[in-house]
């Protein structure tokens, strides 16, 4: 086989989202730190679904056509860092094949080589060790061995296993993956997709482990709303993740505070209402296997309520500066409105947004300008992407926030009588000095930054490093605030979590007060799921 057409090139990239789909879950598995949010394998997960989904229906014959169209559904649907890094290998990809009616081991070629260019060009810091090596250096190999004459089944079979080496080498180039002995989890994604695509090749379709029916319209309109009604058959460690009830009602509450969840041993009954069917499913299949799935279309049933319908204002003039802040719980919700902020994104450390979930903020703002807060240093791409996207109809900032309590203090530091520019560099300044941490729990037994991590012990992250562990959360809180505190500290800001109850904020209050009498503490619901606290000290 000397070269393919369109339609082999959908199979080939249908059977590469199938393939990923089946294993996200121990892609995720491989996520360094034991925090509850390592979804490495979802986000890519959900990035090649929604590629799929745009080319599915397509029949065009030319593989330009089938590759443009993969990779605008892979950018809209993008998520996290690895997700919007592989939607860049793609887009350098198609661009590669711009006209072309097929595709040959030379074309194929230049298409990887682009498309590792691209990546490396949509990150700002470029780590070697990550899924950017695996692509660069399967890329070089491939392009050294590329020849009209080699068929395109040895060629495949030769990215494949030049892949694979790679991955096996990443521990080499990043020592924290050698310390925790994994590989690269972003480039383990790409060896599945690759995988999946030669498999296709080869005549052997893979196709998605489908767990039940799902009702195809409600899926093909998942963004209108569902109620969902199930039973979640839990599955043997072995396969799926192990399961907290805590820690899968935490995250689902994030989309609806309503949620009704009970447990009787190996069986879970859950009752939601979800925006997008595929992430709920996506979500729990990490847990189990469904059983009897009731799916209403609430849209069908009654018409949204006012509140929930886009207002259509396009008729008015546009503002000068609109405001969008990604955000994990009610009460943090609250307070970026509070602020000033126009737009919530729903995210952060549990569900990445994807670059569509922003775009579609941004233009909500009604504004010429508009900065963006991604308050998470796993959705900053994916942010600037979207700037990208809309470049030509809204000026778009993004402030390089990387954490809640950053995104808060830069939301307060925005000046509506002062200019794009002033404000930019006034946002990004005042966050500077500030220091930032967070307690979750562990998800897993390890041993990182020196640190003993015991499964479902409560840790202390400060600057991204593990620095406590500890059994109790309250002591988690204390030790990781003692870190952080300093003779020069003037001002703690404290968000809490949905599972931190109202006598324990007085505790944490009394605490603080007594022992760092010179510094304010402003400990204020957050409600956001899995994190217990976050932490700002200024």
């Known amino acids: 086989m000397r070269q393919i057409n369109g339609q082999t090139l959908k199979k080939?990239?249908?059977?590469?989202?199938?393939?990923?789909?089946?294993?996200?879950?121990?892609?995720?598995?491989?996520?360094?730190?034991?925090?509850?949010?390592?979804d490495t394998g979802m986000n890519m997960n959900l990035t090649l679904t929604s590629g799929a989904k745009e080319i599915l229906a397509r029949n065009d014959d030319d593989v330009s056509s089938i590759a443009s169209t993969f990779s605008r559904g892979l950018l809209m649907g993008a998520r996290g860092n690895s997700?919007?890094?592989?939607?860049?290998?793609?887009?350098?990809?198609?661009?590669?094949?711009k006209g072309k009616t097929v595709l040959t081991v030379v074309d194929l070629s230049e298409a990887l080589t682009n498309g590792t260019t691209v990546a490396y060009k949509a990150v700002m810091r470029p780590v070697e060790g990550t899924i950017l090596t695996v692509i660069r250096q399967t890329s070089e190999a491939f392009s050294e061995y590329a020849q009209k004459e080699i068929s395109l089944l040895k060629a495949m079979h030769f990215i494949v296993d030049e892949a694979k080496k790679s991955l096996d080498h990443t521990p080499d180039l990043l020592p924290v993956l050698k310390e925790v002995g994994v590989v690269d989890s972003g480039g383990a994604g790409l060896v599945k997709i690759f995988e999946g695509m030669e498999s296709a090749l080869n005549g052997v379709f893979i196709e998605k482990n489908e767990v039940t029916s799902i009702n195809k319209k409600a899926v093909n309109n998942e963004n209108k709303g569902y109620q969902l009604s199930l039973l979640l058959l839990l599955g043997k460690e072995n396969e799926k993740k192990p399961f907290s009830l805590k820690r899968f009602t935490s995250t689902l509450k994030s989309q609806d505070a309503n949620l009704e969840i009970t447990q009787n041993d190996d069986v879970v009954r859950v009752k939601i209402c979800v925006k997008n069917l595929a992430d709920f499913f996506n979500y729990a299949q990490n847990y189990g296997e469904f059983k009897e799935i009731k799916i209403a279309n609430l849209n069908e049933e009654e018409s949204l309520p006012a509140d929930e319908k886009e207002s259509n204002n396009e008729a008015e003039p546009l503002k000068e500066y609109g405001l969008v802040s990604v955000s994990a719980g009610k009460g943090i919700d609250e307070y970026f409105l509070s602020?000033?902020?126009?737009?919530?994104?729903?995210?952060?450390?549990?569900?990445?947004?994807?670059?569509?979930?922003?775009?579609?903020?941004?233009?909500?703002?009604?504004?010429?300008?508009?900065?963006?807060?991604?308050?998470?240093?796993?959705?900053?791409?994916?942010?600037?992407?979207?700037?990208?996207?809309?470049?030509?109809?809204?000026?778009?900032?993004?402030?390089?926030?990387?954490?809640?309590?950053?995104?808060?203090?830069?939301?307060?530091?925005?000046?509506?009588?002062?200019?794009?520019?002033?404000?930019?560099?006034?946002?990004?300044?005042?966050?500077?000095?500030?220091?930032?941490?967070?307690?979750?729990?562990?998800?897993?037994?390890?041993?990182?930054?020196?640190?003993?991590?015991?499964?479902?012990?409560f840790m202390g992250l400060f600057d991204k490093h593990i620095v406590v562990c500890e059994k109790k959360k309250m002591n988690a809180l204390y030790k990781l605030v003692d870190k952080m505190v300093d003779e020069n500290s003037y001002l703690v800001t404290i968000f809490v979590g949905e599972d931190v109850k109202d006598e324990e904020m007085e505790v944490i209050q009394s605490y603080f007060e007594n022992k760092y009498d010179w510094v304010e503490f402003d400990i204020r619901r957050g409600d956001q799921p899995v994190y217990s606290f976050f932490v700002g000290v200024e």
Do not use: W
């Open 83 to 97: 997700g919007v890094i592989t939607s860049q290998i793609f887009r350098g990809f198609a661009a590669s094949l």
């Open 339 to 457: 602020v000033g902020v126009n737009q919530i994104v729903s995210g952060g450390q549990t569900m990445n947004p994807s670059i569509e979930d922003i775009v579609s903020a941004i233009r909500k703002c009604h504004a010429k300008n508009v900065f963006v807060l991604p308050n998470n240093s796993n959705i900053i791409m994916a942010a600037l992407q979207a700037s990208d996207v809309l470049m030509d109809e809204i000026n778009v900032k993004v402030v390089p926030t990387k954490t809640i309590p950053q995104g808060v203090v830069a939301s307060t530091s925005f000046n509506p009588d002062a200019s794009v520019d002033e404000n930019f560099e006034a946002m990004k300044e005042s966050y500077a000095a500030l220091k930032s941490g967070s307690i979750t729990y562990a998800i897993k037994d390890t041993s990182i930054d020196g640190i003993e991590v015991i499964k479902d012990y």
């Open 12 to 38: 080939m990239l249908l059977s590469a989202a199938n393939n990923l789909y089946n294993n996200y879950p121990e892609i995720d598995a491989l996520n360094v730190f034991p925090v509850p949010d390592g």
